[in-house]
């Protein structure tokens, strides 16, 4: 559920060995036999395969030798290749160390004064490497010995397999620390760390797998975790459930401000993804000279017509009827096709200064915004905004390489400044909110790389919110649905071809799952 830093999970482990009292040596012997479970499932064959162990100095090295005596038991053609001597070795990592002498598993000590390619032959000969090299706490650049063994490795045609990290790769940026292994699979330990799921860490992770190594479950919580990692068995925790008499005014009302020439189906798309969602009413506001198209468009939703531009886009004059209209309503949504014109801009503006419903702004609305970021802080209503990385690099007056760059960072720091939920979209979308909650989402796939699925997410998100739940947590949930609905439309068959109605469609396939999960499906009652 949490995903960690490198000094987090380091902060973890020594209070579940001091505090809770289970040995270290319990939790290494815990974290080998479940990799060793995780890379008997990629590669079932594994016991009848030559395997080389590379082992460095720390507990990452103890973690494998566990698996070389465990392999070894098995059957396995075992070698371990120490980086370095033994006698760098301690607690632990040594007292493992020492098990694999009285087993007579065959060890090579590594001797940078001898010839390179002479001892590198036991790793060309494997057809499996385990990397046990560097683990979590590495802060330096990988020099000398280590970045050539690891440079090596990574023209092997054989698997790769990491324990808790591919070798030089930074647990809490995903950063390669000068090099990094590149590993088929890797089995972390405790919980996921930054460097696992972002990019272009999990390039170098390959198939991730977390492993229980008993740490207690409260502890990341009582520690002041707030890193969340969107799945499943999280959000549905979050969905509330539906009273058997619920009916549509008790369902929340969306209003959509949307439309403009040339983008009424982004209007569409966001009131598709409200609907979708489960909100009981919802009202798309749009230019009075479009509405004879909307409602041709749209079946469920309803519309009202508002003073418009000369150019067709919502006007200042239609400020006091959406006033009225949203006064006893639950969210507005607006910004995807209301478009640039200045005085539609203006409108926006005064909008978030005087309306009094939770509100979620994208695409247009946000641009209005550039200029002023400052207006979100005077808001009179929760916000939620969600910005792809080009709008966020507006809103920061920055680039769109540095936002991307610095995802997290860019996304708590906007939410604290302006005391707003954002929902930093992309691969591994983020939410921050301004108490430091952060969610990292671990749904979706490219096949999502098409236009207006933005306007469904945005649509998703004030629905759920409309339904009452908390602005940070709707948030997560329709990023969360979002995604999952896109996973369920491709099955893993394709990546790319899926159009954003369709994700629409799986929305409540995925609202099913999530329901039953909780134990609140209409099955349960």
């Not at 507990?59 to 070389?68: E, Q, W």
């Not at 798309?269 to 409602?295: D, F």
């Not at 649509?459 to 896109?486: N, S």
């Amino acid at each position: 559920m949490f995903v960690l830093t490198a000094s987090e999970m380091a902060h973890l482990d020594r209070q579940t060995i001091d505090q809770i009292g289970i040995p270290g040596m319990v939790l290494m012997e815990n974290a080998a036999r479940g990799a060793a479970a995780f890379f008997l499932e990629i590669l079932p064959d594994l016991p009848k395969r030559r395997v080389a162990v590379v082992a460095g100095a720390g507990n990452n090295a103890g973690d494998g030798f566990v698996l070389a005596r465990l392999f070894h038991g098995q059957g396995a053609s075992v070698r371990v290749i120490c980086l370095r001597p033994p006698d760098r070795l301690q607690g632990d990592a040594l007292a493992n160390f020492r098990i694999l002498e009285k087993l007579q598993i065959p060890v090579l000590v590594w001797n940078e004064d001898q010839d390179f390619a002479a001892q590198w032959q036991w790793l060309a000969q494997s057809e499996v490497i385990i990397d046990a090299i560097l683990g979590t706490g590495l802060k330096s650049e990988v020099r000398g010995l280590y970045r050539r063994v690891i440079e090596g490795l990574n023209t092997l045609s054989v698997p790769l397999l990491a324990v808790d990290i591919p070798s030089g790769l930074d647990a809490s940026t995903g950063h390669p620390l000068g090099v990094a292994v590149r590993a088929n699979a890797t089995a972390t330990f405790g919980f996921r760390k930054i460097g696992h799921v972002v990019s272009p860490g999990e390039d170098y992770v390959g198939n991730l797998r977390v492993v229980d190594i008993g740490i207690p479950p409260g502890l990341a919580e009582a520690s002041g975790i707030k890193r969340l990692w969107l799945q499943e068995n999280l959000v549905a925790r979050w969905l509330p459930p539906r009273p058997a008499e619920t009916h549509k005014g008790t369902a929340g009302h969306v209003v959509v401000l949307s439309g403009s020439p040339g983008k009424t189906g982004a209007a569409t798309l966001i009131c598709l993804g409200a609907g979708r969602v489960g909100a009981g009413l919802v009202t798309l506001l749009v230019p009075a000279s479009l509405n004879p198209i909307l409602e041709v468009k749209l079946t469920e939703t309803m519309t009202l017509p508002l003073a418009e531009t000369a150019e067709q886009t919502a006007g200042l004059g239609a400020l006091d009827e959406i006033l009225r209209f949203t006064r006893d309503k639950q969210v507005l949504a607006m910004g995807p096709g209301i478009s640039l014109h200045p005085e539609t801009r203006e409108l926006v503006r005064t909008l978030l200064l005087q309306a009094t419903c939770p509100m979620v702004l994208d695409a247009d609305a946000l641009t209005a915004l550039a200029a002023q970021p400052e207006l979100l802080g005077n808001a009179a209503a929760p916000l939620i905004l969600t910005p792809h990385p080009g709008e966020m690099a507006r809103l920061l007056h920055s680039s769109t390489p540095q936002v991307q760059n610095h995802r997290l960072e860019v996304a708590t720091a906007f939410s604290q400044k302006y005391g707003v939920i954002l929902v930093l979209k992309g691969h591994r979308t983020v939410v921050a909110a301004p108490d430091g909650r952060l969610a990292l989402n671990g749904s979706g796939n490219p096949a999502m790389a098409s236009g207006g699925m933005g306007d469904v997410l945005t649509g998703m998100i004030a629905g759920f919110l409309g339904q009452g739940l908390e602005p940070f947590q709707a948030a997560c949930l329709g990023v969360y649905t979002h995604g999952a609905a896109a996973d369920l439309a491709t099955g893993g068959r394709f990546s790319r071809g899926l159009l954003a109605s369709e994700v629409a469609e799986q929305v409540p396939a995925v609202i099913g799952r999530l329901e039953s999960r909780s134990g609140q499906g209409a099955c349960a009652r």
